[in-house]
């Protein structure tokens, strides 16, 4: 909020270099930013008394939105990549996933591991669990189980994520 927007009675007023002014009324306030040639910035609302100070406004914004591209800059994106399994799966073809999903979390990734069931498969479904297991194990080196195996509709679920160094 700026200028007339504000609404308190009394502010804790810092001028445009950074000093303090102390507690002054709103009028009082608004004067010294006039006088100024510059805006009365509301900044802690939820201070007692709010904190305002005598700022140019179109500056003002202009440095939030820098941060904001800033704080945007440093973020990391954490992708979930699948990795896809059928119940009769032969081992060299096992360790091919390990082999993808290893690479997958060696990157940052998350790796969501399913093992599909169709038809007739569904009938031993918890009996294909120790597949996950072998796959959780040959990745023990690099990857932690975030989320162990679930049943979801017509197929097991786990999630693994990197170990922190």
Do not use: H
Not at 21 to 44: F, H, P, W
Not at 108 to 131: D, H, P, Q, W
Request: glycine content about 4%; aromatic content about 6%; proline content about 3%.
């Amino acid at each position: 909020m700026i200028n007339e927007q504000i609404k308190a009675k009394e502010v804790r007023l810092i001028s445009s270099e950074g000093e303090q002014l102390g507690i002054v009324s709103i009028n009082e306030a608004r004067e010294k930013a006039e006088e100024a040639g510059l805006d009365l910035v509301l900044i802690a609302p939820t201070a007692k008394p709010p904190v305002c100070k005598i700022i140019d406004y179109g500056k003002f914004r202009y440095e939030l939105a820098r941060k904001d591209k800033e704080a945007k800059k440093k973020q990391k994106t954490i992708e979930i990549k699948e990795v896809r399994l059928s119940p009769n799966i032969d081992t060299n073809d096992l360790n091919t996933k390990v082999g993808s999903a290893r690479k997958f979390l060696e990157k940052g990734n998350k790796v969501k591991v399913t093992l599909r069931f169709r038809g007739r498969e569904m009938a031993r479904m918890f009996k294909s669990k120790y597949i996950l297991d072998d796959f959780a194990e040959a990745l023990s080196d690099v990857a932690t189980i975030d989320k162990p195996s679930k049943a979801e509709g017509r197929s097991l679920v786990m999630f693994l994520s990197a170990k922190k160094a």
